[in-house]
């Protein structure tokens, strides 16, 4: 078991051992360290039923409130390269064989020809797994993020296996991260990925990003502290892009946070008002083809054509795996869509505890006639896996405007 960092070390022989945490480098990496340079060239093999067999790291946990490890920080293990095969024992990966709840697992290498297991099994991380019995922070941030791993899937054997890490938490309750891994090193050097930690850094991305790159939030990001507000709005205008929050939080007020850009991807974290805040909508689309992707968001999206004193043709929304609170006195529609723009949600849920300004799911804007010319009828469709659940006597659209359609998957 280690306790510390562990960089620059090389293992060339081969490791046969029965137990748990079995690894060509660290067996147990416990509560803090960083794993990282480092080299296993040998087959590793465990010959009984136990947890965490890698070949660098066997097994990644923390040991709650034990007195006798106070010191507790986020293991990392980054940069090793894993040639041999891993083979035996519960949970088996080419880089880790199991995690619990905390663990950055990023820029590593794994070429092994077999990896295999009585149970879970995977080219990077054997299984990441929630356990209620670690006391080290109080949300879970499990990350898998830039790894290769060339392992023919075929290659692969167990009862539960993946190409890169294996999801213990089945409905991903804990909001682990398995993301921009690849099969082969040249694609992985193809990709952009440019990673934020603050304001000032994501102006920095926006800037100078070309299409299909991707930017990760390595921090959350509070744009209300910064000055940003509705007068004064945070625009990503970029094109073409994914904005990966990787279970981080966007701080932002009203209507502050703007995607204006086309065929713009947005997922996997929060984005949520300020302490004390209150306001209508969390996030404003004024894009087209944009996608809103596994995200919780405090009140409601508002998808608007209108740009300044015209209507911005095409603007869309795809809404697909989020969670929408409203919960506030300002708070108006989950989904309000005008300016002639459209969304559709898919496997969203919606849940409503304070009727606020206007106590309906959503706003469908009628085609009208006025200073701005004609504009046309805006549109929201909704799947039959959405649920919205209400405390206060919810109706389904403001009957002001047009009814949302109801959809059905076939």
Known sequence: MVTDNVTDCTNTGTVTASGTGVGGIVGEQQNYGIVSGNTNTADITNNSDGFGTGGIVGWVRYSGSDSDYQMKAMVEV??????GSVTGGTSSGGIVGHIYNNCLVSGNINTATEISSDNFAAGIVGSLQYSSASDFMGQCDLRVIENVSTTPAESIDGACVDQFAYNNDSSNEHGFIVAYNFTSEPELEETVIIHVANVASFN???ASINEGSVIILDGDIDFASAGYDDANPFVV???GITIDLCGRTIYTRNVAFIISGAN???QNGNIARPEGALYSYGIKVNGQNVTIKN???DSGINVSGYDGDSVKAGVSANIIG???????EWAY???CAQGASSAILDDVTINRTNAGKANNYFWVEKEFTDDLGYVGNSYIGY???VVMKSTCGTTLYNMGGLAPESLYKS
């Open 264 to 266: 713009v991807t947005i």
């Open 295 to 297: 995200i919780k968001i």
């Open 333 to 335: 529609y989950a989904v």
């Open 383 to 385: 799947y039959d896996n």
């Open 78 to 83: 980054t940069g090793n390269r894993n040639s």
């Open 237 to 239: 205008d970029a094109e």
């Open 322 to 328: 989020c969670t929408i609170t409203l919960d506030c």
């Open 204 to 206: 920095a991305a926006l």
